[in-house]
């Protein structure tokens, strides 16, 4: 049974660092491409960073470049988002999203484009 589950989230003040972890069990980490979503109330779901299955291409939102990093370590089916200098309007859910299917450039930040989610964590970021 394919499960997601992510972890690593809280309350943090503006300019602080979280890692969020993504456990990935039933399948193989390493054939999927991994995304990180994220949902602010009243806000639709939005792509934050995401991975091919090599780890060979990465994508981010212009709205965390430079501030996150998303990587995977398939042996041990993790993928992880290191978030750093956060400010308040990265307040949201986060979700870590998997799928097998190849993905283009311009699809690969796209919600609908992703088959398998995790329950998401929340993070805070307030002072």
């Known amino acids: 049974q394919l499960q997601l589950v992510e972890s690593g989230g809280g309350l943090v003040q503006p300019g602080g660092s979280l890692r969020l972890s993504c456990a990935a069990s039933g399948f193989p980490l390493d054939y999927y491409s991994i995304g990180w979503f994220r949902q602010a109330p009243g806000k639709e779901r939005e792509g934050v960073s995401c991975?091919?299955?090599?780890?060979?291409?990465?994508n981010y939102a212009d709205s965390v470049k430079g501030r996150f990093t998303i990587s995977k370590d398939n042996a041990k089916g993790m993928v992880y988002l290191q978030m750093n200098s956060l400010k308040p309007e990265d307040t949201a859910v986060y979700y870590c999203a998997a799928t097998p299917d190849p993905l283009t450039v311009d699809q690969r930040m796209s919600v609908r484009r992703y088959d398998y989610w995790g329950h998401g964590t929340q993070v805070t970021v307030s002072s």
């Open positions: 991975s091919t299955s090599t780890g060979g291409s990465i």
